[in-house]
């Protein structure tokens, strides 16, 4: 801007200049550009981008035709280099040290397994369906193996046999394992050439068939997984956005969630009000008479996805309910359940309170402004208990009464 005052009107129009140049550069020296770009195109793109202007097209070829016979040559990056020495020298390391990778996917993080809780073990046959990407498994591929599972929080890990899961041998030679985060695992029932065998889909998109060793195993590992992948699965994140009107499938992140299971049943429920809603309107318009079969795949496949989300979330719904009913009535104290010291004390108060002066007497002007107390039954069958004649009772029939108690 100072040394060439009349050429850029303003600091905005000098760094799109700026970077044009740079594009410029790696179009014409990058080793993977087709096509270069040429000298009237380079003028073209900045037309008006001279605060409305255009720029000298004499300084435009200058700049083109100098970049052209010499490329520019970034500054060398001294954290760049670190980095590269660093990773060289990890190179050095023995493979058998580095561990490898979990899955399909080597870009996800490796959890710590001793760091993990779990969930479910035992001996399984597997056999794979698709790849992830919904791609078929190859033939050679396909067949039945059988593995020793081991369900760690989100993770599947499968080996040979249980010697494979000693302390610190979970990670090494785990590219069998699956990641369990949103997926699904429902009985396969047509799959009739095995017995007491459940389908696991995955959110890559993957499928695999598991056999267990009975009914009860099978059930276990179904519910296991559902409510794992229901209760530790992140919330989904909405899917990518282009110029195209495709539909896109929402990202499945692995992470773990940071909300309770309450506030997991929650948003359970309401994604899957929110499908009931979306697949209603995708069902109310089909594609025309005569489409092309590009838009009949694309309406296909949306309508597949809402109808496998709805059944997910609605399994992972009824899950949560279940396990938090369970908890509250294990959490929730017995209303007779008491001990024989506070009985005495409740009899004692409850002759005080019958023997008084003021319910006798003053008591009844003062019930009119009295509000009335909801009891409940154990509370009504006690007092009506005590308000009988007291008998002295042996131990034994003390015992017995409080047994009969009880069971009320």
Aim: some cysteine; aromatic content about 8%; charged content about 25%.
């Amino acid at each position: 801007m100072t040394s060439n005052p009349n050429t850029y009107n303003s600091e905005d129009a000098c760094h799109t200049l700026t970077c044009a140049i740079m594009l410029l550069n790696t179009d014409l020296h990058g080793q993977n550009v087709g096509r270069k770009m040429n000298c009237n195109e380079f003028i073209e793109n900045l037309c008006e981008l001279n605060d409305g202007e255009n720029f000298p097209k004499e300084d435009l070829r200058l700049i083109y035709a100098a970049i052209k016979v010499e490329p520019i040559e970034w500054a060398p990056d001294e954290d760049l280099q670190e980095h590269e020495s660093v990773s060289n020298e990890r190179r050095q390391v023995p493979l058998s040290d580095a561990p490898s990778r979990l899955g399909h996917n080597p870009f996800l993080e490796i959890p710590d397994p001793t760091k993990t809780t779990e969930y479910k073990k035992g001996y399984v046959m597997r056999k794979c369906c698709l790849d992830p990407d919904g791609r078929r498994t190859s033939f050679g591929k396909r067949g039945w193996k059988m593995f020793y599972a081991s369900l760690r929080d989100m993770i599947l890990y499968l080996h040979k046999d249980e010697h494979g899961f000693k302390k610190g041998n979970l990670i090494e030679n785990s590219s069998n394992a699956i990641r369990i985060h949103h997926s699904i695992a429902t009985r396969a029932s047509d799959y009739t050439k095995k017995q007491h065998v459940f389908r696991l889909h995955t959110s890559d998109w993957a499928e695999y068939l598991f056999q267990t060793s009975d009914s009860k195993e099978l059930q276990e590992w179904m519910e296991t997984i559902n409510f794992v992948a229901a209760s530790l699965s992140a919330p989904p994140l909405p899917g990518g956005i282009g110029s195209q009107k495709k539909f896109q499938r929402p990202l499945m992140p692995s992470t773990y969630t940071k909300k309770n299971m309450a506030e997991q049943l929650a948003l359970h429920t309401e994604r899957v009000s929110q499908l009931e809603k979306e697949l209603h309107d995708h069902r109310i318009c089909p594609p025309e008479k005569g489409a092309k079969s590009r838009v009949i795949n694309e309406y296909l496949e949306k309508e597949n996805f809402l109808e496998s989300e709805l059944k997910r979330f609605q399994t992972y719904k009824y899950l949560l309910q279940s396990k938090l009913s369970t908890y509250k009535k294990e959490i929730e104290p017995s209303l007779v359940e008491t001990t024989i010291g506070e009985d005495d004390e409740t009899t004692d108060d409850c002759v005080e309170k019958s023997s008084s002066p003021s319910v006798a007497g003053g008591g009844l002007n003062n019930s009119k402004n009295m509000k009335p107390v909801q009891r409940s039954l154990s509370d009504s069958t006690l007092c009506r208990t005590l308000s009988q004649p007291l008998v002295r009772i042996s131990s034994v029939e003390h015992i017995n009464c409080l047994t009969m108690v009880t069971h009320l």
